[in-house]
């Protein structure tokens, strides 16, 4: 070889050996790019290079010293070559290894020591390939040096073989075979299926019958039954006191802590299943399936045994991505139901734009659909038919479809069909009962609102014990309900000249009775609510809602209040209280009326009050008007010093100056603990033609003694007045 | 000499050239190795997700979230502790309460009396789950709810612990739990937004709720949770304005589309095909969003399933009828909010009625969701904010009490959406003041949340302002024990 590329290989190894101690040195905090992991996969590929190169480089070299071979220039430049190329490749394939060891599922203690003899192969030939020359380096340090070597290089490719083909490929086939193959929960024995494993991952490499660390093996029902060094291992239906979890429980960093620090830990679902099992007497012949369906254990093994977040394996290929793309629309969704999973979730809607094209524009994709969603869509008979090809369907929702059970027969055939919703069908009970075998797989079926009877479905439920049949819920009349109250649908209870009352209520066929003459409204004497009642005058009426199948409603009462006036102008000759604005004097003949509650956001919004001055309103008519009474509606609360006014006095005129007292009149003032409430109270007067009117409302100057304010002023608080 | 200068400058030969060249391109190659977004532009780090897509295979399609907003006491109504009656009136042991942060509305308070349930409870079901009598529906459902009695929060007032459970943090300005699900999910039905919000409010003390709660906070705007209200116009803006009729909406639609198509093909900005699409949207929107709506054609067994209530507008019956048409719609999640839980005094009147809203109509939405045979793939959760005290708010009498907030422990309970059926997990004490046996951070409850949509708490992250967001902020692990 060419002395130059000589020179220039071996400073390439000098700096793969730095490039290497600094992955080496910085391992846990390398990230791989993807371009990257490329090249680390390359490392299988690579590795037999090294490994037989160097095989033959070390040979050569134990025989190195021999006389005929020491003074061959061939053989002695061609070994120095040779164990180049070798230490190069293996620094290659060092690199390309630590590169993949990176990736997920590369973790353990077989890696650990692929991991170092490999490098440990890769330093100690550059060693020698450095120091052969020395004058020191003699036959013995050769032949020791080319034994160790060969000898690293078998005990990595053993643990290289192990990382990738198991620990315990090569002898696998002679040895008798007692794992254990993928089994469903309904098989499984809880002891041998989940205990066992669970020990053989997290505990058996130290407690086995090779090394019995406190004479403790771990790898069969006998020996976990009869304990280790420090006495029995399990008290049966006791864990709190069992070894086994005292161990595990303790805090990690105790020295008896098992597994020990730096090994596996058992996760959390390992110890409550271990947890478990010892507390039902940890028997070892217990199938999980004896267990009750919703049983902490049951849960737990079952997701053992498939680990939550897995995968479900679909053995059909996915579907073209654009044609994926192509084929959803505004009304049709079809999704990846996970990322990278071949299945695909299929949703339709709108009854306007359905047909069974909608359909058969699947049939591109008909293997790859599990979910189907038709809910109320006019799906026929006709259409079940090309649902029938979709194979891999699980789940299907036909609710409220046009279907019946004819077109349901053409489904029989979809093996992983498991949940079947048909509620809202014309499906009856005789059809059902004879198709429901032929579905083999199904888990679930709702039968809800179609034509079947509480007892048929309990029978089809006796029937298919493995199924579940939901039938939901159907009104049987014993559980009657108070129907709620009517509701007034008026804009507005204030009115001019007539107003047709609107009783109206949310509920088909509810009848309401009504009376205005504040007796209780009863559910066969007193007259219906028709759109046809004219109301002429202030009333108040009470009503209640009846259907047949509930309790009558509580009665409720509507005020409607006739205000025959309205000003052209109003003005207010005192200020508001400042939270109390409301919409000034505009407030009083909006028609809008307030609520009671100190709580309500709204409660403010319509109410104008006073406290510190009288309410004084001017209201002025272009058309000079004929009044004979005026009404104020107030509220009372008397919890939060809410008054009625003192005194309300109406003055009237041609114009203001020559206003004159109307009227003046009171009203009773509430008593402690009355409830709070809307009143209106009313002055009448000789008709008066008026085009100037003043209304003097003043606010309870004093507050009775019995109240928390006694002596205080009084709010008044007006929301509208009523002009007749 | 300065030609020998120059052509030294030259003479930087191939050799030279390239040698220096590797040392640099080698030092390149090993920091990216340390940095891994050195020679990546942009950025490309949610690589865990493809927005729109699951994880992994979901067991949940759905969520309908029904937010008891104020705290509802969960000694009055799932968290049974008769201890409380036995010491009614004592004080609470110190050792008990600890160095708890108080209210302010308590923390003044001479002394804190011990009360308990003016209700009684009763054991129902398989899983022998306490209900008390305030709760007679949901007591029938009891094999179809898991309770979580450990659920723990960190905030003690309402605003910040209702961000915290809806955004995963206090402050706000993050995308509400809706809003991350619209953008791990995608939508199932176009013509739907994918988070919608229902407002009801009882008789009860309220505590009011904004639409920061279903703010999309750095994600699109096409993850905003959208309003529903009870008027004419349940969604606003999307009715026609008067005078126009359908053929002249669909001719401007498509004369504007014409002009926004120009302006794409001008700029290629995907903000404007976005911009069609959204219109698009709205017009079929405007026929799927009434029919949606429409409560006229449910039948009497649903009226008597849900309660008389279910018809009237705004009220929470008729929210969870509304969450179901628009859950088994496509819409991907709905939050309900019912205001008035939060009795600081007069408790015993106020939960009574603020029972009688919800117990009928909550415990008719998981029975309707499982006759349509949608309620394996529909997750309903039932609960509030934070908890309330063992020891009562003012004052003490024979038949009147309140309570505070408490943050330590509060109830909840889930159902359907591969949730184990039938189960009660957790524990508190005996004063129920501090849980003693799995505690489920409201972190705990996102990510499990998430985990049965398909989502890993963990990937589904957003870059915003140089780091990257996550529902579950910095921890949260799922709470396997509950997942069947």
Redesign the interface.
């Known amino acids: 070889m060419h002395s130059k590329f000589r020179t220039f290989a071996g400073q390439l190894l000098i700096a793969s050996q730095i ?1 290497i101690l ?2 080496l040195l ?1 391992e846990n ?5 993807a371009w ?1 992991q490329t090249i680390g996969r390359m490392h299988p590929l690579i590795l037999h290079f090294p490994i037989v190169i160097l095989l033959l480089a070390m040979l050569l070299e134990f025989f190195s010293f021999r006389p005929e071979y020491a003074k061959n220039p061939f053989y002695r430049n061609f070994l120095h070559n040779l164990l180049l190329a070798g230490s190069l490749l293996a620094a290659v394939t060092v690199i390309m290894g630590l590169f993949l060891s990176k990736e997920e599922g590369y973790e353990g203690e077989i890696l650990t020591y692929h991991k170092w003899t490999g490098v440990g192969i890769f330093f100690f030939a550059s060693f020698i390939y450095f120091i052969r020359n020395s004058s020191w380096y003699k036959a013995p340090v050769a032949k020791a040096g080319s034994l160790l070597t060969v000898a690293a290089l078998v005990v990595t490719g053993h643990y290289g073989a192990a990382l990738t083909h198991g620990m315990n490929f090569i002898w696998e086939p002679i040895e008798s075979t007692k794992e254990a193959a993928a089994v469903s929960p309904d098989e499984a024995i809880v002891f041998t299926h989940i205990v066992q494993p669970i020990l053989e991952q997290k505990c058996t490499s130290c407690h086995n019958p090779d090394k019995m660390k406190g004479q403790l093996s771990l790898t069969d029902a006998q020996s976990l039954l009869k304990g280790g060094k420090s006495g029995k291992l399990l008290v049966p239906g006791n864990p709190e006191i069992s070894l086994l979890l005292q161990r595990i429980h303790l805090p990690n960093d105790e020295k008896k802590h098992m597994p020990p620090i730096g090994k596996p830990q058992l996760t ?2 390992e110890t ?1 299943i271990l947890n478990l099992w010892i507390k039902d007497q940890a028997k070892i012949d217990k199938k999980l399936a004896s267990y009750p369906e ?1 049983d ?1 254990l049951r ?2 093994a079952a ?1 053992y045994l498939r680990p ?5 394996a679909y053995d059909f290929e996915p579907a073209d991505e654009d044609e994926i793309t192509a084929l959803n629309s ?2 049709r ?1 079809i ?5 990278n ?1 071949p ?1 695909l ?1 299929v ?1 339709i ?2 009854r ?1 734009t359905y047909t069974s094209r909608q359909l058969n524009d699947l049939e591109s994709i008909r293997k790859q659909v599990i979910s189907l ?1 038709l ?1 109320k869509l006019p799906v026929k008979d006709a259409d079940l038919e090309i649902i029938g090809k979709f194979e891999n369907l699980q ?1 299907l ?1 036909l ?1 409220f479809t046009e279907i019946s059970a004819g077109g349901l027969k053409a489904l029989t055939g979809l093996k992983n069909l498991s ?3 048909i ?1 809202g069908t014309k499906i009856k009970y005789g059809e059902l009962s004879a198709l429901l075998p032929a579905f083999k797989n199904l888990k ?3 039968v ?2 179609t034509p079947l009877s509480e007892p048929e479905i309990a029978q089809l439920q006796k029937a298919n014990g493995n199924l579940a049949i ?6 049987d009349g014993k ?1 009657m ?4 109250p009517p ?1 007034m649908k008026n804009s507005s209870p204030v009115f001019a000249g007539t107003m047709a009352l609107q009783l109206k209520h ?3 066929g509810v009848e309401i009775r009504y009376t205005m003459d504040g007796s209780e409204p009863d559910s066969v004497k007193s007259p219906l609510v028709s759109d046809k009642m004219l109301l002429t005058k202030s009333e108040n009426i009470k009503a209640k809602a009846f259907k047949n199948g ?1 309790y009558g409603s509580e009665t409720v009462q509507f005020d409607v209040y006739k205000s025959s006036l309205q000003p052209d102008s109003v003005q207010l000759l005192a200020p508001l209280n400042r939270v109390h604005q409301a919409t000034g004097a505009k407030t009083f003949f909006d028609r809008k009326l307030g609520v009671i509650g100190a ?1 309500n956001p709204a409660w403010a919004n319509n109410w104008a009050a006073v406290k510190d001055n009288d309410m004084i309103l001017v209201s002025e008519f272009k058309k000079p008007a004929l009044i004979s009474s005026v009404g104020i509606h107030y509220m009372i609360e008397e919890d939060t010093g809410i008054f009625p006014p003192e005194t309300v006095e109406v003055w009237g005129g041609k114009d203001a100056e020559s206003m004159k007292l109307l009227s003046k009149f009171q009203t009773a003032m509430p008593a402690k603990g009355d409830k709070p409430s809307l009143k209106t109270m009313e002055g009448k007067f000789k008709p008066q033609t008026v085009s100037c009117l003043k209304i003097v409302a003043k606010p309870l100057n004093k507050i009775p003694e019995w109240h928390k304010n006694k002596g205080g002023k009084a709010l008044l608080l007006v929301d509208e007045m009523f002009l007749n | 000499m300065e030609k020998e200068i120059l052509e030294h400058g030259f003479s930087f030969n191939r050799r030279r050239f390239l040698s220096s060249m590797s040392l640099g391109l080698g030092s390149v190659a090993l920091g990216s190795l340390l940095m891994p977004d050195l020679l990546k532009g942009g950025n490309r780090d949610e690589e865990g997700l493809t927005p729109g897509i699951p994880h992994f295979a979901p067991k949940a399609k759905r969520v309908i979230y029904m937010f008891q907003n104020g705290a509802p006491s969960q000694q009055e109504l799932f968290d049974y502790k008769p201890k409380l009656r036995e010491m009614f009136g004592q004080e609470i042991p110190p050792s008990v309460r600890g160095m708890q942060r108080l209210t302010g509305m308590t923390a003044n308070q001479a002394s804190f009396p011990l009360v308990g349930s003016f209700v009684d409870f009763k054991q129902y079901g398989d899983s022998q789950a306490w209900v008390s009598n305030l709760m007679p529906y949901t007591a029938r459902i009891v094999n179809d709810l898991c309770f979580v009695k450990s659920m723990y929060t960190e905030a003690i007032n309402h605003d910040p612990a209702l961000t915290f459970l809806q955004t995963g943090s206090q402050q706000g300005n993050r995308p509400s739990m809706g809003s991350w699900l619209s953008y791990g999910l995608g939508n199932e039905n176009k013509n739907l937004p994918n988070f919608t919000v229902l407002l009801s409010r009882g008789v009860g003390n309220g505590q009011g709720v904004y639409s920061k709660l279903w703010s999309n906070g750095f994600l699109d705007s096409v993850h905003q949770g959208v309003q529903f209200s009870k008027g004419e116009d349940p969604v606003l803006y999307l009715r026609d304005p008067d005078g126009m009729n359908r053929q002249e909406r669909r001719d401007m639609l498509d004369n504007l589309a014409q002009l926004n198509d120009l302006s794409y093909q001008e700029f290629g900005d995907p903000e404007i095909a976005a911009k069609i699409k959204q219109y698009e949207m709205a017009y079929r929107m405007q026929t799927a969003v009434p029919e949606v709506m429409d409560l006229s054609r449910e039948s009497d067994d649903i009226v008597k399933l849900y309660g008389p209530e279910c018809l009237v507008p705004g009220t929470y019956a008729a929210n969870c009828l509304l969450a179901r048409k628009l859950s088994e719609n496509g819409v991907r999640f709905v939050q309900l909010y019912h205001q008035g839980w939060d009795q600081h005094g007069n408790l015993p009147f106020e939960i009574t009625k603020q029972a009688m809203d919800v117990d009928q109509a909550s415990a008719a939405l998981v029975t309707d969701l499982k006759q349509r045979g949608l309620l394996d793939e529909t997750l309903v959760i039932w609960g509030g904010e934070f908890g309330r005290t063992s020891y009562t708010q003012g004052k003490l009498t024979a038949d009147n009490y309140g309570r505070d907030h408490h943050p330590r422990c509060f109830t909840i309970w889930m159902a359907g959406g591969g949730i184990k059926p039938g189960m009660v997990y957790g524990e508190t004490d005996e004063l129920g003041y501090n849980i003693v046996k799995d505690p489920v951070h409201v972190h705990d409850f996102q990510a499990t949340i998430l985990h049965q949509l398909g989502l890993d708490h963990e990937k589904l992250v957003f870059r915003h302002l140089g780091r990257r967001y996550r529902l579950t902020d910095v921890s949260g692990k799922v709470i396997r024990d509950i997942i069947s």
């Open positions: 490039f600094f992955l910085f905090k390398l990230v791989i790019p990257l959390p679902q409550a919703n902490s849960f737990l997701a939550a977040g897995q995968m479900e505004d009304y969704t999704v990846p139901v996970a990322k999973s299945a979730a949703n809607y709108n306007a969603n809910n789940r929702n609710n949940s079947l919703a509620s679930t079926v709702s809800w609102n939901i039938g939901g819920f159907k009104d559980n309900l108070r129907l709620n509701q949310p509920i088909n509930w709580n």
